[in-house]
């Protein structure tokens, strides 16, 4: 007996051990796809990304040229948190506030991935800072009136972009280590002209873990294991951001990236599949409810109503559905249909019936109701359903009702969605009550 025990025993490990690896690769294989399927969506979000910053940035050309001076002798000034340093007596932009409005801008993109943000004047008798971290004091306190600007505009092929009306007027450039801080950065280069003059160079640190933000931010939207460190048996994909001469960002993920998040579940789903197997197999009743209504399903209440008899019928149709849906989009229908329920659910009893008959019509049955009392709850309920808007549409109903009086449903259904129609060719966001015993 204890062997026949142990013999067991080893055949349920041996079988929980081969259905555990085929989970894993079966899961593994699946996931693997599911992640190179969605590196696409990522490519594009980071590159979606970088466009927004471009297009923030270029907007700040527009407050640069709008901004008044003021007279500022040489020295180190600071306004809102802004620091600026001036060569030599001048006539200076101060655009501190225009800088902080775009650094939140900014921010609301790459979080706190935004490094330094500088404008510089040319010819350079100026410059802004935010913030001015000593490596840029150093840097930049010894440059002649033109060596920032004019080396920038050159190295990267910022001259004349005002010529340009579609294609980069901006550039990114590759990722370098910042000296002394040994942060590792990107720039962003606009040069604002003015009348085919170069007024100024705005610049952008940003950095470089700003791209491991996205793929974060993805990751975790996606349950997705994408990065950008790959080990053995990688899978990889070049992401070619706009407005660069530097290399392709290579996302991508690695066996293990794929394995890591999916083997314990793999493994536990090998446990539970007989289980659910089981489950499965053993359920006999039918899902009552309908998941985004709450209302019984049609197929499960129907046959029902073929033996009902003195009871009270709405059926209630949502006015213009099919216009909500083709103008505002399926997601916004779902959010009006599940809005509309909710409301009539609250204004029904607890042993009152609702059922959702088709995709925006549904049948609300009453006990112990006269006519008046149909007309008055129906009354209620168009109201109330058109009393504010649902995701800023003003939605109404159409309501018809009747009676059954010892009566078969199907002859009271006729005589309810006849009253229904009355409503609708009435004008819609009307209440429509018939007897069922009348022709």
Request: hydrophobic letters at 40%.
């Amino acid at each position: 007996m204890y062997k026949s025990l142990s013999r067991t025993y080893r055949s349920h490990i041996l079988s929980i051990t081969k259905l555990s690896l085929l989970m894993i690769v079966i899961v593994g294989s699946s996931y693997a796809i599911f992640n190179a399927v969605k590196l696409d969506n990522l490519s594009k979000s980071i590159v979606n990304d970088f466009k927004q910053i471009y297009s923030i940035s270029r907007r700040f050309a527009q407050y640069y040229n709008n901004t008044n001076t003021v007279e500022l002798e040489k020295g180190l000034y600071v306004r809102n948190g802004v620091s600026i340093m001036v060569n030599k007596d001048t006539d200076a932009k101060v655009l501190s506030v225009g800088i902080n409005k775009l650094r939140s801008e900014l921010e609301l993109i790459a979080q706190d991935n935004i490094w330094t943000i500088a404008i510089f004047e040319n010819p350079a008798d100026y410059s802004h800072f935010s913030p001015l971290r000593k490596e840029y004091q150093e840097r930049y306190s010894s440059y002649q009136s033109d060596d920032v600007v004019k080396r920038i505009v050159k190295l990267e092929r910022l001259e004349n972009t005002f010529d340009q009306f579609y294609g980069c007027n901006i550039k990114l450039s590759e990722t370098y280590r910042e000296d002394g801080s040994g942060q590792l950065v990107r720039t962003i280069y606009y040069p604002v002209y003015n009348e085919r003059k170069l007024d100024a160079l705005l610049a952008i640190d940003v950095k470089a873990s700003f791209v491991d933000l996205v793929i974060d931010t993805f990751n975790h939207a996606n349950f997705t294991a994408a990065n950008t460190q790959f080990g053995i048996y990688s899978y990889q994909q070049p992401v070619e951001i706009p407005c660069t001469d530097a290399q392709p960002i290579i996302i991508g993920f690695s066996l293990w990236d794929i394995l890591k998040p999916i083997l314990l579940p793999a493994i536990f789903i090998a446990f539970l599949i007989h289980a659910i197997v089981v489950f499965i197999k053993s359920r006999q009743l039918r899902i009552k409810r309908d998941k985004m209504t709450g209302f019984y399903r049609r197929d499960f209440y129907e046959p029902k109503l073929k033996k009902a008899y003195d009871f009270s019928m709405l059926i209630i149709d949502i006015d213009f559905f099919k216009v909500i849906n083709d103008t505002h989009g399926h997601k916004v229908g779902d959010e009006v249909i599940t809005e509309v329920t909710r409301r009539i659910s609250s204004q029904i009893r607890s042993n009152d019936v609702a059922v959702r008959w088709g995709g925006e019509e549904f049948l609300v049955l009453f006990k112990d109701m006269t006519d008046e009392m149909l007309y008055d709850k129906a009354e209620l309920i168009r109201q109330y359903v058109a009393h504010k808007p649902i995701s800023d549409i003003e939605v109404t109903i159409s309501v018809g009702g009747v009676i059954l009086r010892d009566q078969e449903f199907n002859e009271a259904y006729k005589r309810a969605d006849h009253a229904l129609y009355q409503s609708k060719r009435d004008g819609r966001n009307r209440v429509t009550i018939y007897e069922a015993t009348t022709s």
